[in-house]
C-alpha cells in the first residue's frame, strides 16, 4: 500500500498544478495533513509551488512536481541510455568515446568559462556549484588546508556510471575547464565511498615551498 506522501505525489503526476483542497479530495484526507506532506516535499525539492489570482481576495497557491519529482516515478530513459552507450563503445574505439565525452562537457561548461574568467577562485566555485546543480547535481564545497575540495553528495549519472564509468568524466571535465586547473577525484562512489570529492590546488599556494 502506498504511503501517504507517494499518493500525493501520484496525484500531482496526474493532475499538476492541484491546490491543496484538490490534493486532500483525491488523496482522502484533510486539508491540514496535506499541507504538511507539501511542506516536506517542498524542503525536499520534489515539488514546486506557484501563485494563481482568482478574482478578489488572496492568491491560491498551485502545486506541481519538480524535476528531481517526476524521476520518483520508473521512466525507461535508464535502459535507453545504457542501450546507446553499449552501442557507441561496441562501435567506436576507446579514444574516439573518450573525446566525446570532453567534448561534450567543453559544450556544457563554455558559457561559464566565459564568465569565470575574471573570477576569484570562490566565486569560480560557486559558479561551478550553479552549474553542476542545474545538471541535477547536490554539491558542496570547502576550503582544505591549502586546497579546496568538491562534494559531490548526490549525482545524476550514479545509476550510469554503475557500467558505463566513462560518464564520471563529463562533471570532472566541466570542474576543470571553469577552473582552468587540473582536478583530482579523491573519492568516488563507484568505489564505496558516500561520495564524489574533487581535490583542487589553491592557485595562490602554487609554486610555493614547504
Request: net charge negative.
Amino acid at each position: 500500500m502506498k504511503s501517504t506522501r507517494e499518493r500525493i505525489l501520484q496525484a500531482l503526476l496526474s493532475r499538476p498544478h492541484s491546490t491543496v483542497s484538490e490534493l486532500a479530495a483525491e488523496v482522502g484526507i484533510n486539508d491540514i495533513s496535506v499541507r504538511h506532506h507539501l511542506s516536506n516535499l517542498l524542503v525536499q525539492g520534489l515539488i514546486k509551488s506557484e501563485e494563481e489570482r482568482h478574482g478578489i481576495g488572496r492568491p491560491r497557491q498551485l502545486y506541481s512536481l519538480t524535476e528531481s519529482g517526476s524521476e520518483m516515478f520508473p521512466t525507461n530513459y535508464l535502459k535507453l541510455t545504457t542501450k546507446i552507450l553499449d552501442q557507441m563503445k561496441n562501435t567506436l574505439p576507446a579514444p574516439v568515446v573518450d573525446r566525446l565525452f570532453t567534448e561534450i562537457a567543453l559544450d556544457m561548461s563554455a558559457n561559464y568559462q566565459l564568465l569565470a574568467e575574471n573570477m576569484s577562485i570562490e566565486e569560480k566555485l560557486n559558479l561551478i556549484q550553479n552549474l553542476l546543480s542545474r545538471e541535477g547535481f547536490t554539491v558542496a564545497w570547502e576550503k582544505s588546508g591549502d586546497n579546496y575540495l568538491i562534494h559531490e553528495i548526490s549525482c545524476p549519472y550514479l545509476h550510469i556510471g554503475q557500467n558505463h564509468p566513462e560518464v564520471c568524466t563529463v562533471d570532472k571535465t566541466m570542474i576543470a575547464a571553469i577552473l582552468s586547473t587540473p582536478v583530482e577525484k579523491i573519492n568516488c562512489v563507484l568505489f564505496g565511498n558516500d561520495h564524489c570529492t574533487y581535490s583542487i590546488k589553491n592557485p595562490s599556494q602554487t609554486g610555493k615551498t614547504a
